[in-house]
């Protein structure tokens, strides 16, 4: 058989061929570094060898799709959203699309009057995946490109694909482990309408204990961190703990606390939500409620292939599970 009539190498191929899966492949061939520089390495020699040509674009010429997947979230500030964001791109790059992504300009905008949506519109993309919080409500959007919403509070009102977090949830799995320590006076520091608070109160209540809170509306956290700070020292009736609705403010104070001479968490125990990189790196380790990122992103694009795959099935809803990573600070 001359070169002209073979038939063109595949991924499958050179994933046999390397002794891989597919999925390893794909990633190897991005030049992942999630895949070891020697696989990397034999199965890109294979690849030359074989011929291999990506062709994902040819595939969407003729299925007359973009391959495009838009990204909307607000500003990368956090380590969580920074995280999260990383492994959609890895994901979707795995899966053969093309994600693009828009950062919102003004976080307080809801994320369907971003000028970003026209932009995503004219671009064809195929699918787009919101990152988001709080959803008020739907809008014509989600009808016109299928729309998955990743990281939302669950609302059983919602009728489109959303891949939630219940913060409520998250917050019982922190207090519940203080309780269990045998701590009675549990402060909660956040904004107090926020979901996470409420799963606190919820879950400090059960235990049958009154609830001390400081209420974090400010709009930086040296002046939130200044309010808790200020609370301690108003208060004759001191907490043994303290649950945090974000780690790195969580951190800031533990830092303050330790250098007025306190002791964490031997004067005062410390939780934190959310995914915190230097969780392990701080003078006293942080223990933290956690967003199961990596299982985010990978289930965000199963649920992608599965809308695109029948535009018409029932919307897809699903709550992943946060875990409590205990530390040295509770």
């Not at 007025?260 to 410390?270: H, K, Q, T």
Request: net charge positive.
């Amino acid at each position: 058989m001359s070169r002209k009539d073979r038939k063109p190498a595949t991924l499958k191929d050179i994933a046999a061929e390397a002794g891989v899966s597919v999925n390893t492949a794909s990633l190897a061939l991005r030049e992942s570094p999630r895949i070891s520089g020697e696989t990397r390495k034999r199965v890109h020699r294979i690849a030359r060898r074989m011929q291999y040509v990506p062709n994902s674009a040819a595939r969407n010429l003729a299925r007359k799709r973009s391959g495009l997947i838009g990204i909307y979230t607000r500003a990368l500030y956090d380590a969580v959203r920074t995280r999260l964001i990383n492994r959609l791109f890895a994901e979707l790059h795995t899966a053969e699309y093309r994600p693009i992504l828009g950062l919102a300009e003004n976080a307080n905008d809801p994320w369907y009057a971003s000028p970003w949506m026209r932009t995503f519109q004219e671009l064809k993309v195929e699918a787009l995946v919101v990152v988001v919080e709080g959803v008020d409500r739907l809008h014509r959007w989600p009808a016109r490109v299928p729309t998955v919403l990743v990281g939302c509070q669950p609302m059983e009102s919602l009728q489109c694909d959303y891949l939630g977090l219940d913060r409520r949830e998250g917050a019982k799995l922190g207090v519940a482990h203080l309780v269990a320590r045998g701590h009675k006076k549990i402060l909660v520091a956040c904004a107090e309408k926020a979901d996470f608070a409420q799963g606190c109160f919820e879950q400090i209540a059960a235990a049958g204990l009154q609830a001390m809170s400081v209420n974090l509306t400010q709009p930086s956290d040296e002046k939130r961190l200044h309010a808790v700070l200020d609370f301690l020292a108003g208060t004759t009736e001191k907490p043994t703990a303290a649950i945090f609705g974000d780690s790195p403010l969580a951190a800031q104070f533990m830092h303050r606390m330790e250098e007025l001479g306190y002791r964490v968490p031997g004067d005062i125990a410390v939780v934190g939500y959310d995914y915190f990189p230097w969780a392990d790196m701080l003078k006293t380790s942080l223990t933290t409620v956690e967003q199961p990122i990596a299982e985010m992103a990978s289930e965000a694009v199963k649920m992608i292939r599965a809308r695109l795959a029948d535009l018409n099935c029932p919307p897809m809803r699903m709550v992943l599970p946060h875990r409590l990573v205990v530390r040295e600070s509770a």
